[in-house]
C-alpha cells in the first residue's frame, strides 16, 4: 500500500490499537453462539445469555469464526453453501514463539541497530525453521516451526488448544535448545531471555472461504481467508477489508436489505481476488521459508 514495512510485537500492536478505541465500544467474553437475520435485522445471542441486535453483524472473530459457523449452518440446511466452504482448515505448521526481554547490545549488536533485522534458517537436514527479528526496546521476537502433514483442523481437538503462556515453554524439544541462531548465540539463550508468559504454541492453518456474505451479515479478516503467516499478508487484508467495507457502508443512506446487499457484494467484488492472490502468496512464501 505504498508504506514501509515495520516490525512490532504482538501485544505492543494491540496495545497501539485498543489505545484508538473508546473503552465502551468493547465487550469481553461475549462468545457468540447462534446468529439470525430477517429483512428488518439481524440478531446475535451470545453465551452468557445476552442478547444484541442491528442492522448488519461484521464476523471479525477469527479463523474459528462462531459468527461464520452460525451462518454456514443455515445456509447448509438451506442447501446453499458451496461444498468447498463445507470443507475443513487445513493446519500446515506449528511454530513455538516468543519475544525476549531487553538484550545485551554487546552480545546482540543488531538490537541497537536503527532498522529491525530478520533472520531465517531452514535447516537440510532437521525438520524445523528458526528465526528471529529485532523489534524496539532491544528486545528479539523469535520462533522455531516444524512443517505438519496435511491433515484437517475442525475435526482434532489437539489443534483448537493452541498453548499460550507458561505451559508453552515446557513444549520445547530439547534438541531444539542447542541450535545455533544466526543472530547470535543458541536457541535457548533466546528461551532463558524470554517471560514464560512471553511464549506461545501455535498451530497454523489455511483457507480461502468462497461466501463471505449472505443477507445482513458479512465476513472479513480471518473469518473469510486464514493465511500463513510467513508473507505477513493476513493482518494486512483484514485491515484492507475493513477499510473497503467501510467505505461501502458509508454510502448507504437506507439500511434496508437491498443497499446492505449491494454494499456487501461490491465490498466482495473488490476485494477477493486481491486476497486469492495473496493467500497463493502466503502459501508458496511458506512452502520456500519452512517447508521442507
Same mark, same amino acid.
Given at each position: 500500500c505504498?508504506?514501509?514495512?515495520?516490525?512490532?510485537?504482538?501485544?505492543?500492536?494491540?496495545?497501539?490499537?485498543?489505545?484508538?478505541?473508546p473503552?465502551?465500544?468493547?465487550?469481553?467474553?461475549?462468545?457468540?453462539?447462534?446468529?439470525?437475520?430477517?429483512?428488518?435485522?439481524v440478531?446475535?445471542?451470545?453465551?452468557?445469555? %445476552?442478547?444484541?441486535h442491528?442492522?448488519?453483524?461484521?464476523?471479525?472473530d477469527?479463523?474459528?469464526?462462531?459468527?461464520?459457523?452460525?451462518?454456514?449452518?443455515?445456509?447448509?440446511?438451506?442447501?446453499?453453501?458451496?461444498s468447498?466452504?463445507?470443507?475443513?482448515?487445513?493446519?500446515?505448521?506449528? %511454530?513455538?514463539?516468543? /519475544?525476549?526481554?531487553?538484550?545485551?547490545?554487546?552480545?546482540?549488536?543488531?538490537?541497537?541497530? /536503527?532498522h529491525?533485522?530478520?533472520?531465517?534458517?531452514?535447516?537440510?537436514?532437521?525438520?524445523?525453521?528458526?528465526?528471529?527479528?529485532?523489534?524496539?526496546?532491544?528486545?528479539?521476537?523469535?520462533?522455531?516451526?516444524?512443517?505438519?502433514?496435511s491433515?484437517?483442523?475442525?475435526?482434532?481437538?489437539?489443534?483448537?488448544?493452541?498453548?499460550?503462556?507458561s505451559e508453552?515453554?515446557?513444549s520445547?524439544?530439547?534438541?531444539?535448545?542447542?541450535?545455533?541462531?544466526s543472530?547470535?548465540?543458541?536457541?535457548?539463550?533466546?528461551?532463558?531471555?524470554t517471560p514464560?508468559?512471553?511464549?506461545?504454541?501455535?498451530?497454523?492453518?489455511?483457507?480461502?472461504? /468462497? /461466501?463471505?456474505?449472505?443477507?445482513?451479515?458479512?465476513?472479513?479478516?480471518?473469518?473469510?481467508?486464514?493465511?500463513?503467516?510467513?508473507?505477513?499478508?493476513?493482518?494486512?487484508?483484514?485491515?484492507?477489508?475493513?477499510?473497503?467495507?467501510?467505505?461501502?457502508?458509508?454510502?448507504?443512506?437506507?439500511?434496508?436489505?437491498?443497499?446492505?446487499?449491494?454494499?456487501?457484494?461490491?465490498?466482495?467484488?473488490?476485494?477477493?481476488?486481491?486476497?486469492?492472490?495473496?493467500?497463493?502468496?502466503?502459501?508458496?512464501?511458506?512452502?520456500?521459508? %519452512?517447508?521442507?
Amino acid at each position: 500500500c505504498g508504506y514501509h514495512t515495520q516490525f512490532t510485537t504482538r501485544p505492543d500492536l494491540y496495545n497501539m490499537l485498543l489505545s484508538h478505541v473508546p473503552p465502551h465500544k468493547i465487550l469481553s467474553g461475549k462468545r457468540v453462539l447462534n446468529i439470525k437475520q430477517d429483512d428488518f435485522g439481524v440478531s446475535v445471542h451470545c453465551a452468557d445469555s %445476552s442478547d444484541y441486535h442491528g442492522d448488519i453483524l461484521v464476523g471479525c472473530d477469527g479463523a474459528h469464526s462462531s459468527v461464520r459457523q452460525s451462518l454456514y449452518g443455515q445456509l447448509k440446511e438451506e442447501g446453499r453453501l458451496p461444498s468447498s466452504d463445507d470443507e475443513d482448515q487445513r493446519v500446515c505448521y506449528m %511454530s513455538l514463539l516468543g /519475544t525476549t526481554g531487553p538484550m545485551d547490545q554487546e552480545k546482540y549488536p543488531s538490537v541497537a541497530e /536503527t532498522h529491525s533485522r530478520g533472520d531465517i534458517i531452514t535447516s537440510r537436514t532437521k525438520p524445523n525453521t528458526r528465526r528471529t527479528f529485532t523489534v524496539p526496546g532491544d528486545r528479539i521476537c523469535w520462533g522455531v516451526g516444524v512443517q505438519m502433514e496435511s491433515t484437517s483442523f475442525e475435526n482434532n481437538e489437539t489443534f483448537k488448544n493452541s498453548e499460550w503462556g507458561s505451559e508453552s515453554s515446557k513444549s520445547i524439544e530439547e534438541s531444539w535448545l542447542s541450535l545455533p541462531m544466526s543472530i547470535g548465540g543458541t536457541l535457548g539463550d533466546l528461551v532463558a531471555a524470554t517471560p514464560k508468559e512471553a511464549i506461545s504454541k501455535v498451530y497454523f492453518e489455511e483457507k480461502l472461504y /468462497t /461466501t463471505w456474505h449472505h443477507n445482513r451479515v458479512v465476513l472479513m479478516g480471518d473469518a473469510a481467508h486464514k493465511m500463513l503467516p510467513n508473507a505477513g499478508l493476513g493482518a494486512v487484508n483484514a485491515m484492507l477489508d475493513a477499510v473497503i467495507l467501510a467505505n461501502a457502508l458509508y454510502e448507504i443512506r437506507e439500511p434496508n436489505s437491498g443497499n446492505i446487499q449491494s454494499a456487501f457484494k461490491e465490498y466482495y467484488t473488490e476485494r477477493y481476488s486481491r486476497a486469492q492472490a495473496d493467500f497463493n502468496t502466503s502459501n508458496q512464501t511458506a512452502q520456500i521459508i %519452512s517447508g521442507q
